[in-house]
Every structure is written in structure tokens, then in C-alpha cells.
């Protein structure tokens, strides 16, 4: 079982940047698929951003690209979500997820392990 640990969340100005990291702690494997998602006020969690523990490509939601970028440091079992240009509608709890199979990682449905979520606001 892999215990997930997020940092970094806070408050900042549109076009500001903050940078999130996740702490992996347990069972972790190679095969991890590693994320975000986010949480907007009222609205579903939704996939932010994933990457993999062994090949480490980089997926992001479409809307996000550009803006956001997903990077990992496997010696010390940490993914890092960099988040510039950041706008209002940003605001969210951002969850860090995990699953043991890295093709899962997009499914929601198929998340095993998250993280307790750290707040982000981005004010006007």
C-alpha cells in the first residue's frame, strides 16, 4: 500500500506560480502510475496531470498544457506538479494520485491510493 503526501498548496496572484510536490511512502513500485487532479469549488475532481515512475512521460488535460508541468525524482519518490501562469479558475484542493498499473493513472475510477489534497487559490 503506497501513502501518498502532498506539500506546497497555498494562496497567490493571477499569473503567479506555485509549485506542488507529492511524497510516496510504502509500496511503491516502477510500474506506478503517479498524478494530479484537482477539485474545483462544487465541481468533480478532475485529472490535472500523470506521469510514470519508470518512463516518465508527462500527460496533461488538454486545457492545462502549457501552463502546468509534471516532473518526478525517483530517488526520492516524489512528483512535482510546476504550475505557472496561474488564473482564478485554478482554484481547487489538488489531490496527488497513485495506481499500480501506470496506464490506469488518467481512469479515475481506477485510483488506489490519494493523497489528503493541499488548497490552492489564486486570487484577482
Known amino acids: 500500500q503506497v501513502q501518498l503526501e502532498e506539500s506546497g498548496g497555498g494562496m497567490v496572484q493571477a499569473g503567479g506560480s506555485l509549485r506542488l510536490s507529492c511524497a510516496a511512502s510504502?509500496?511503491?513500485?516502477?510500474?506506478?502510475?503517479m498524478g494530479w487532479y484537482r477539485e474545483l469549488p462544487g465541481k468533480e475532481r478532475e485529472f490535472v496531470a500523470a506521469?510514470?515512475?519508470?518512463?516518465?512521460?508527462?500527460y496533461y488535460a488538454d486545457s492545462l498544457k502549457g501552463r502546468f508541468t509534471i516532473s518526478k525524482d525517483n530517488a526520492k519518490n516524489t512528483v512535482y506538479l510546476q504550475m505557472s501562469s496561474l488564473k482564478p479558475e485554478d482554484t481547487a484542493v489538488y489531490y496527488c494520485?497513485?495506481?499500480?498499473?501506470?496506464?490506469?493513472?488518467?481512469?479515475?475510477?481506477?485510483?488506489?491510493?490519494w493523497g489528503q489534497g493541499t488548497q490552492v487559490t489564486v486570487s484577482s
Open positions: 510504502g509500496h511503491t513500485v516502477t510500474s506506478y502510475g
Open positions: 506521469t510514470t515512475w519508470r518512463g516518465g512521460q508527462a
Open positions: 494520485a497513485a495506481v499500480p498499473t501506470a496506464i490506469a493513472i488518467m481512469d479515475i475510477t481506477r485510483i488506489t491510493a
